[in-house]
């Protein structure tokens, strides 16, 4: 394999990885203030249906990319109600929202744009363009650095430069702020909280309004700067698999990004090579396009360390009086 062919793999690495990122932080957010969402995947089609539609008819992205984060957010706001207002099971509630998208995104897609619950094609300002960064182009021919800089760092879409910036920031926002400290405790002892008179209310919807705009800019990017358009069942699984990735990582934001780019990579190769010759062995096409997905099973089964979730997670909290 030469130096190109690793470059051209490491950019699709990066693509790839965005959305699992930002649903994977998203994730990150709500289960470290105690509520798990295996929603995932559903506030990600909504949003990027929501986001295609909207661009289609508008003709800008960005109007687009506020609507894929308002739906989002709607719908991380019912998971809310259903698992902190009314203390409902976390996971039912999950599964409830995943069924919702799935039908709602093909019925809306039906019945507005009449093309088999797929939405225009996306053109012009309707799409996310790649940005070009500065000297990019007159440090392209510089050996080595000048390929990684212009072809693997420059050339992405404003979503890939702002999934890249939400890892310092949550880790930052996690680890060295007053909400950051009252986030992870709520997820940790939420009786403790409430008894330094720190509301769990406010602090686990504060989570879930995150994951809703997170989920947003995962969705949206789909549709929008990866794809040009909606299609239906578009997220194929990746909302499980960033929560696959989240596990992997232990809840913690740079292991998450490392997590997210093993996931992307194992995606690019499956794209980019059908068969795989290893000289004794030909691995079938089938094999690698299952590989993210076996290592997701992996990961689910343990096999992986033991990784130990927020301790009141998945528990609806009462307060005692």
């Excluded at 990319?65 to 809310?80: M, R, T, Y």
């Excluded at 992405?156 to 405790?185: K, N």
Aim: hydrophobic share 55%; net charge positive; charged share 10%.
């Amino acid at each position: 394999m030469d130096f190109a062919t690793i470059i051209q793999l490491l950019d699709s690495t990066v693509r790839l990885a965005t959305p699992l990122l930002f649903a994977c932080l998203a994730g990150l957010y709500s289960e470290r203030s105690g509520v798990f969402d295996i929603g995932l995947e559903g506030k990600m089609l909504i949003a990027a249906f929501a986001s295609a539609s909207i661009a289609a008819v508008s003709g800008s992205v960005w109007v687009g990319l506020l609507a894929g984060i308002a739906a989002s957010v709607a719908f991380a706001g019912i998971h809310g109600l259903a698992s902190i207002t009314f203390r409902g099971n976390q996971l039912i509630s999950g599964v409830a929202i995943n069924f919702l998208a799935s039908g709602l995104t093909v019925l809306l897609g039906q019945k507005w744009f009449n093309l088999g619950g797929r939405t225009p094609s996306l053109e012009g300002a309707a799409r996310f363009e790649p940005i070009t960064l500065p000297f990019a182009t007159a440090l392209a021919d510089v050996p080595v650095l000048g390929p990684i800089y212009a072809e693997l760092i420059s050339g992405h879409s404003i979503l890939v430069y702002v999934a890249a910036a939400c890892v310092p920031t949550s880790a930052w926002l996690l680890y060295r702020t007053r909400f950051g400290l009252r986030l992870r405790a709520v997820g940790e002892n939420p009786a403790a909280v409430d008894t330094a008179g720190v509301s769990v209310v406010g602090i686990r919807f504060a989570a879930v309004a995150i994951t809703g705009v997170l989920c947003g800019l995962a969705g949206a990017y789909l549709a929008t700067a990866l794809s040009a358009g909606f299609g239906r069942e578009m997220t194929a699984g990746k909302g499980f698999i960033a929560l696959a990735a989240l596990i992997f990582a232990k809840w913690r934001p740079w292991y998450a990004l490392g997590a997210c780019l093993l996931f992307g990579l194992l995606e690019a190769i499956a794209i980019r090579y059908q068969n795989i010759d290893l000289g004794v062995l030909v691995i079938p096409v089938q094999f690698t396009q299952a590989l993210p997905y076996i290592l997701t099973v992996v990961i689910l089964a343990g096999f992986v360390g033991k990784a130990i979730p927020p301790r009141a997670g998945g528990q609806p909290y009462v307060k005692e009086r």
